[in-house]
């Protein structure tokens, strides 16, 4: 698409936005692939007005504010630069754009309160998960508060549970295959500390030593894709300080959202002074699921105990796992390896399920009937259990079938895998 | 944006900036008194969204109508009307001639939400309202054991109207027809807000405002035929060192009898820019790649049917893979679908030509084109469905670095490649902003005048997508 976006101004993130709105053919072959273009049928809410609206506002032609409203309801889920046959990284346009016009947004004291709490809570596991507790009780009252309460409250499960603390490092079992450092999440830790526990023994069962490096935190995506990018700048270059990637032989994330976070650094960096450690870093990036599928190929995994009756498993592809880091494979091929359990697809699968970070909270209207709706899809197809790789998409999913009266167990994939270890399956 | 629109997209709890970019069209005020606000857009975000297709941008529209019923478009086509606004319909935008892409300051009409969609399956006939997508045709019909065979490489977006409008074709255009051979019947509203409900008998009117790109009337709604799908289906991928030999392989193939159901090219550039989109393993090095399916319901006619393309490929001097599986034939074809798109990953712009010729000088036309796109110094690149003889030549371009005459001069040159050999200019396109010039060469002056005069004669003032198919008079 033609552009006149006056990239010298907008510095090394101009480039990176002015290069995706070039890329853009305009075609339409985004609009199918849109959670809001599904939902509200109109043009501004896709992908492909999306990037009108962000090069008109760069180059001056229309006023932020006028655009805010459809950017702002975008999920961020790039299930549009899967279905791109152009190559336009929507993703890496709409973070960078968010980054670049949050300082010019103007946004009412409880919104920013609301921003802050957030931006505060989500990276300080102690602090959320105190915070999640204390709404476990206001829980009952969600009804009778204001949307912007409810919301989150909505999101929290029935059960808070206590924070388990993670070794520093976890040895291998058997002779040592690997080294890898984890990244052990934020919100994850305290909503389902349980994701952690399995992954460390799951990997240590198959030879992995996995050292958790001290002085790592928040991955900084949830500040990034809310456009506070100062911030996101000071999570990730403490992570890059706490991960020396020469040290192990991949660094681990089991949350789709904070893997995909990592793996941008070299984008958020971009034309400044850490971006060739931040390339290094990410280079070193994968996702549990990618990783554990490398062991299968290389010399194999231990095998699991089969389960006690004929499983059929609904994966959920997280929109951070599948479109955002292509992962799509590696976790179906691990679970079929558990003797007994059958993968079924979920009809629309390709479609968000409205969790988004903090999107439940910036729009719950959309992110319910999203949630609702993939909540629906994935019980038509009766499964045993639900999976899925993304503690967002765990809560957003246990939420929603719960409401629709299902009682079958959500759990992360590596979660599944450990069970099958334990004979609990 | 209104309290009622806020109520209809967002209940975000974010105070709602006030937009600054209203217009302040009377007709714009008049549509939503009328309409009432969720069906019209009037902020300029709103509006500016609605001023491009899949190739070109046009003019920002003064409105933009979302008409959720017939009664709508009446409304809004007499409203434009009393004020002297031109008219553009518009599905999804996914067409590649500028057909929707407003020339001068108009009321848009975009028909996405219009999609109501009966399937008839004793009749084999789906009645569907413009604004369905293609592809839910057939994933209604499926049930019943029917499919909607016109299938444009764009069919997950673009609407059942915008295939109308352009009388769209696709790969199982071949063997199978184009969107107007599957219309039995159509509603119609007219440049007056008249509403028209036409059949295939008596003067064939429903066939002449199939393809005529909005510029004669808005329809409505369309009676589609539906047909059981072939039970066999086998899939083969050929490659080839240049272009030609693909052509001599099509033609070989057909005038020995074979009627395949998808017979489709690409060339090296564009199977290169698919590749780096979907990472099947395609030929890199080929010149030419050709996906042929045979279809059927005997097996073995199917299976001839294969072998003779296969040794037509094999004569022509190509290398032959069979797909071993449904899934292989269907990423095989995802790949087809993609190449139009992909192509931005070359250059950011380009000009679709959309030629047909017979197939007799399929060689000849192949060869002439490449050599005129060597001999231009532009990147130029071929794919099309060749079984019809239906060819999409592609000038991408870069603006910034390459003259825009330049590129206009060879796809005029291109078009008389055609024109010459008993060709014409558009498949399934249109002709749209992007060839309207070159009706000149394809038109002689006296049919011109007759197709002025059906024009003139159902929108006597030119407010159906003004700008489009027809050039200007010389002497205006």
């Known amino acids: 698409m033609n552009n006149d976006i006056p990239v010298r101004e907008l510095g090394p993130q101009g480039e990176v936005m002015a290069h995706a709105v070039d890329a853009c053919v305009h075609c339409g072959f985004c609009l199918p692939a849109c959670p809001t273009y599904a939902l509200l049928g109109d043009e501004m809410d896709s992908p492909r007005g999306r990037i009108v609206l962000m090069k008109e506002v760069l180059e001056g032609g229309l006023d932020l504010l006028d655009a805010a409203p459809h950017l702002d309801r975008c999920l961020g889920c790039q299930a549009c630069v899967t279905a791109c046959p152009s190559g336009v990284p929507y993703g890496e346009l709409i973070t960078s754009f968010r980054g670049w016009s949050e300082p010019q947004r103007r946004r009412s004291p409880l919104d920013r309160a609301k921003r802050y709490a957030i931006l505060k809570a989500l990276p300080a596991p102690r602090l959320f998960s105190v915070a999640a507790r204390v709404g476990q009780y206001a829980k009952p009252l969600a009804p009778a508060l204001p949307a912007a309460l409810r919301g989150p409250l909505d999101l929290l499960p029935e059960h808070v549970p206590a924070m388990q603390p993670s070794p520093r490092v976890t040895p291998a079992q058997g002779p040592r295959r690997g080294r890898v450092a984890f990244l052990t999440g934020c919100a994850q830790q305290a909503l389902a500390p349980n994701f952690n526990a399995a992954t460390l023994r799951v990997l240590a069962r198959n030879g992995i030593e996995v050292v958790i490096p001290e002085g790592q935190g928040c991955c900084g995506a949830a500040a990034l894709h809310t456009g506070a990018r100062d911030e996101a700048l000071r999570l ?8 020396n990637p020469d040290d192990y032989d991949a660094v681990l994330s089991n949350a789709a959202g904070c893997g995909a976070g990592l793996k941008e650094y070299p984008v958020i960096l971009h034309g400044l002074h850490d971006e060739a450690r931040a390339k290094a870093f990410a280079a070193k990036v994968q996702d549990i699921s990618e990783y554990l599928a490398g062991l299968v190929r290389e010399g194999g995994l231990e095998p699991f105990m089969p389960a006690s009756r004929s499983l059929k498993v609904a994966y959920h592809d997280a929109c951070h796992l599948a479109h955002a880091q292509g992962v799509r494979a590696a976790p179906r091929e691990l679970l079929r390896m558990i003797p007994g359990v059958s993968i079924v697809e979920i009809p629309e699968g390709d479609l968000c399920c409205g969790s988004a970070g903090t999107y439940n909270l ?3 209207e959309l992110a319910g009937q999203l949630g609702a709706r993939k909540a629906g899809h994935i019980l038509s197809t009766a499964p045993d259990l639900i999976a899925s790789g993304n503690i967002g998409c765990h809560t957003q999913i246990q939420s929603h079938v719960r409401r629709q009266g299902s009682a079958a167990p ?16 | 944006m209104t309290p009622e629109k806020l109520a209809l997209t967002t209940t975000s709890p974010a105070p709602r900036p006030r937009s600054e970019g209203g217009t302040d069209s009377a007709l714009a005020a008049e549509l939503t008194r009328s309409l009432g606000p969720k069906k019209v857009l009037s902020n300029l975000s709103e509006r500016l969204s609605y001023r491009y297709d899949a190739i070109q941008f046009g003019v920002t529209p003064l409105a933009v109508v979302l008409p959720e019923s017939t009664e709508d ?19 999804a935008a996914s067409g590649l001639s500028g057909g929707a892409a407003p020339m001068r300051e108009a009321v848009v009409i975009s028909f996405t939400r219009m999609t109501k969609l009966e399937i008839f399956p004793e009749r084999r006939e789906a009645v569907a309202q413009p604004g369905v997508i293609t592809l839910a045709v057939t994933e209604a019909a499926r049930p019943h054991g029917l499919i909607y065979p016109p299938d444009p490489a764009s069919f997950r977006t673009s609407t059942i109207g915008g295939n109308l409008g352009e009388n769209a074709g696709g790969p199982l255009c071949f063997k199978y027809g184009v969107t107007g051979d599957y219309v039995t019947a159509l509603d119609f509203v007219d440049a007056e807000g008249e509403l028209h409900s036409l059949t295939r008998d008596a003067y064939d009117l429903a066939g002449l405002l199939i393809g005529s790109e909005g510029t004669l009337g808005l329809i409505t709604s369309a009676t589609l035929r ?7 289906t086998r899939t083969l991928m050929a490659h080839f060192a240049e272009v030609g030999q693909v052509a001599e392989a099509v033609s070989a193939a057909i005038a020995a009898g074979a009627v395949p159901g998808k017979l489709e090219f690409m060339d090296g550039a ?3 820019a698919v590749e780096d989109y979907l990472h099947l393993g395609l030929p890199r090095d080929a010149g030419a790649v050709l996906l042929v399916d045979t279809d059927g319901d005997d097996l073995d006619t199917v299976e001839e049917e294969r072998a003779l393309v296969e040794a037509a490929c094999l004569q022509a001097g190509g290398q032959v893979r069979r797909a071993a599986s449904d899934a292989e034939s269907a990423a095989l074809w995802q790949a087809r679908r993609s190449v139009s798109p992909a192509l931005g990953r070359i250059r950011p712009q380009r000009m679709n030509e959309d030629i047909v010729v017979p197939r007799s000088v399929l060689p000849e036309v192949v060869r002439e084109i490449r050599a005129l796109g060597d001999a231009s110094g532009l990147k130029l690149v071929q794919f099309g469905h060749i079984g019809d003889g239906n060819l999409h030549p592609n000038i991408l371009f870069d603006p910034r670095r390459e003259s825009e005459e330049a590129v206009h001069l060879l796809a005029h040159q291109i078009a008389l490649v055609a024109i010459r050999h008993g060709g014409v200019l558009s498949g399934e396109h249109g002709i749209g902003t992007m060839k309207r010039e070159f009706m000149r060469d394809a038109v002689d002056p006296e049919t011109m005048t007759a197709l002025r005069n059906v024009k003139r004669a159902l929108d006597p003032a030119g407010a159906l997508n003004p700008g489009k198919i027809l050039p200007d008079p010389e002497d205006a």
Do not use: K, W
Request: hydrophobic share 45%.
């Open chain 1, 236 to 243: 990730v270059r403490a992570n890059l300080d706490a991960f």
């Open chain 1, 362 to 364: 910036e729009q719950p």
């Open chain 1, 410 to 425: 959500v759990m992360h994939t590596v979660e599944v895998l450990d069970r099958a270890y334990r004979g609990e399956l």
């Open chain 2, 73 to 91: 478009v009446i409304a809004t086509v007499r409203a434009a009307r009393r004020a002297g606004v031109s008219i553009v319909g518009r599905g």
């Open chain 2, 226 to 232: 539906l047909t059981p799908p072939p039970r066999f």
């Open chain 2, 270 to 272: 564009c199977t290169n």
